[in-house]
């Protein structure tokens, strides 16, 4: 459906995936990650935002991709019900011939130490290396400093390799 310029049906076929994976990196449950997923659709459609190119959609997409997730994990009903089923069906940072990778136990447990990053970090990381944006662009999507998202990427990859250095030895 194509209204004022923008082809919504578009939209969701070319980012419906990477916006569905994303609330999924922040609410760790398929449920509400397609919940945010649809709002986010129909707040572009409402909204019918003047967005230059196809790297300005992707990046509006993702903000309030992420801004509707912490929306949700604000509210009271987030905070008060406790999930009932954990770990369901996640989806997998990647597509094609390199999901059946993402199976190996050691990225496994990358994807698992990324989840439990505090959002700040795991914003950072799953824009960098999940959705492939250079670090002048996470900047503009998060509306902070470029050199602010690579201090953030530093610390993340500190905060990993600890982490996995930990559970590594867990294992042993």
Request: a neutral charge.
């Amino acid at each position: 459906m194509q209204e004022n310029g923008i082809d919504i049906d578009r939209l969701v076929r070319q980012y419906g995936s990477l916006v569905l994976k994303q609330a999924y990196f922040y609410l760790k449950d398929r449920h509400k990650a397609e919940d945010v997923c649809q709002e986010v659709f129909l707040r572009m459609y409402k909204k019918q935002p003047q967005l230059p190119d196809e790297q300005s959609e992707k990046a509006y997409l993702l903000r309030v991709t992420i801004n509707l997730c912490k929306d949700v994990l604000k509210s009271a009903w987030h905070r008060r019900v406790t999930p009932m089923i954990e770990g369901y069906d996640a989806p997998h940072p990647q597509n094609g011939p390199e999901a059946d990778a993402v199976e190996n136990e050691e990225k496994q447990l990358l994807y698992e130490a990324v989840l439990e990053l505090p959002p700040i970090y795991k914003d950072v990381v799953l824009l960098f290396y999940y959705h492939d944006m250079p670090t002048g662009e996470i900047a503009k999507v998060l509306k902070i400093p470029e050199v602010t998202v690579r201090t953030r990427l530093m610390r993340a990859r500190t905060r990993l390799g600890t982490a996995l250095k930990g559970r590594l030895k867990d294992e042993a």
